[in-house]
């Protein structure tokens, strides 16, 4: 212990004498822990777009293409340039969802991706709503911590995995060579929740002997990474093949390092696969794969907890990630001199804009979240629940409350992170709304989310917006929500506003 306690002494007494830029460079973030809770609200959101769609989001299905809306617009609000790639198998349009974040190097691309297709027969939450979930809360943490890695991060969702790889097929085989070589490492998360869950990790360099052999040249050091998280939380693993079953395979076939992990699908759990990772021998590792019954309830939720934290520890590891400077940041756990109505003009009567610790509240699903993304406070509309879910929402027209002045650096790229939520009723409708506003010369709006008359459930998402033009001017941060659509139903909130410099 001792020693770790000097080796981060000497580690901050050499950051204290370098420039913001060099100590951030030299100083490598640990990889973050990835909350299950958001994981399983990705899982929900799938499991009722299942619902919605006749019971499955299968390849040429309604419920697929939903899935991939949903993830999109979750990646676009992040700030990663998106992409929505569609293709043709069957006769019907599938589509591969690609998401790039911005910058590091463009010749030494990392991939990490899920399938995001079902069978026709169920919902297909563990196979693969798992996977895409927790590779989806890691991008977003990506953009929460408005990381810098030293590679060029860039994650997928396939489609019509389940009728044989075809999304990622697709993309692979599409690629311009030159494109192709640039990917030195995809790392792939099919099936990481199973409710008898093993821990596998696809074995880069053929160590247990047996099966399909080693991965391509560089397959080992994607396996290592895995099993040295595993490692560090005294989880033992055990290597997996390349079989082919998963979208590994097109990468692999073309020469590109390929790892991941699974939890185990239709295959049997041995004796002493039960003693080492305790569940039920002879029973299935998924009892519900490719069944009606792969729906919320089918995950192990310790077994998802762990992967996605493996998913961003590889992220963070592989992809050599550093934070770049914090110039200003607030979690709300302390007052820091936020006013609210700032210009005297709210016409809100109820649910006003509040610093403090929330109270949950329902109505056809969860509308103001009793939870933060940190710490114990957020900024909510009312924080209280009252006697209905009514009773302090958002009520009568506008509500705002702003930031102490910011004085921000003269260069750089400067971007404003924040994690948020707006949630309403059916009775809602476009002219409600949650934005955000630079306060500065000139004034602009850098997010907004406009109500629509459907009912929304509150659930965290993450968001970054690039503030480069106020570089040199002290700002204020201006949150604003509206009900101003009649009696309706909203709710909102905001946590961990930050501002970096690059």
Request: some cysteine.
């Amino acid at each position: 212990m001792k020693s770790r306690i000097l080796a981060v002494a000497a580690a901050l007494a050499l950051a204290a004498t370098l420039t913001p830029t060099a100590s951030a460079a030299s100083l490598r973030l640990a990889a973050p822990d990835i909350p299950l809770a958001n994981v399983k609200a990705h899982l929900s959101q799938l499991q009722s777009i299942a619902s919605s769609n006749g019971g499955n989001r299968a390849h040429g299905r309604p419920g697929y293409l939903a899935s991939a809306n949903y993830v999109k617009a979750q990646l676009d609000a992040a700030g990663f340039q998106t992409t929505l790639q569609s293709f043709t198998y069957n006769g019907a349009t599938g589509y591969n969802v690609l998401a790039d974040w911005p910058g590091g190097n463009p010749d030494d691309v990392l991939m990490v991706g899920a399938h995001l297709d079902s069978v026709t027969a169920g919902p297909g939450i563990n196979d693969n709503g798992s996977g895409s979930a927790a590779i989806l809360e890691t991008a977003l943490e990506v953009s929460r911590q408005a990381l810098r890695p030293t590679k060029h991060l860039r994650f997928a969702w396939w489609g019509a995995e389940e009728l044989g790889l075809r999304g990622s097929s697709f993309y692979v085989t599409n690629l311009a060579a030159t494109e192709r070589a640039k990917i030195k490492g995809y790392l792939n998360f099919d099936m990481v929740g199973s409710p008898n869950a093993g821990y596998f990790v696809y074995d880069g360099d053929n160590s247990d002997g047996v099966g399909a052999g080693p991965g391509p040249a560089g397959s080992a050091e994607l396996e290592r990474t895995l099993q040295d998280y595993f490692a560090s939380i005294g989880v033992p693993t055990r290597g997996t093949d390349f079989d082919g079953r998963s979208d590994y395979g097109p990468f692999i076939s073309r020469g590109i390092p390929a790892g991941g992990t699974f939890t185990g699908a239709e295959g049997i759990k041995s004796s002493a696969q039960a003693q080492l990772w305790g569940g039920t021998a002879g029973q299935a590792f998924d009892p519900c794969y490719h069944r009606a019954c792969d729906t919320a309830s089918n995950i192990n939720d310790t077994a998802l907890d762990r992967n996605a934290d493996a998913v961003a520890h590889a992220v963070w590891t592989l992809g050599t990630a550093v934070p770049p400077e914090i110039v200003w940041s607030d979690d709300f756990e302390t007052a820091t001199g936020w006013t609210a109505n700032p210009n005297g003009t709210d016409t809100a009567t109820t649910g006003l804009w509040e610093r403090g610790d929330p109270e949950a509240t329902t109505s056809s699903g969860t509308k103001q979240l009793g939870t933060t993304v940190s710490g114990v406070n957020d900024l909510v509309t009312g924080r209280l629940a009252g006697s209905s879910a009514g009773a302090y929402d958002l009520d009568g027209g506008l509500s705002s409350i702003q930031s102490p002045p910011i004085t921000l650096p003269s260069s750089g790229v400067l971007r404003v992170s924040f994690s948020w939520y707006l949630a309403h009723g059916s009775n809602a409708s476009g002219a409600d709304l949650f934005r955000v506003k630079v306060v500065g010369s000139p004034t602009g709006t850098v997010f907004q989310q406009l109500g629509a008359a459907s009912d929304r459930d509150g659930g965290w998402a993450a968001s970054t917006a690039d503030i480069s033009a106020y570089a040199g001017q002290t700002v204020r941060i201006l949150i604003e929500a509206a009900d101003a659509s009649g009696a309706s139903l909203v709710e909102a909130g905001v946590d961990d506003v930050k501002i970096t410099r690059q």
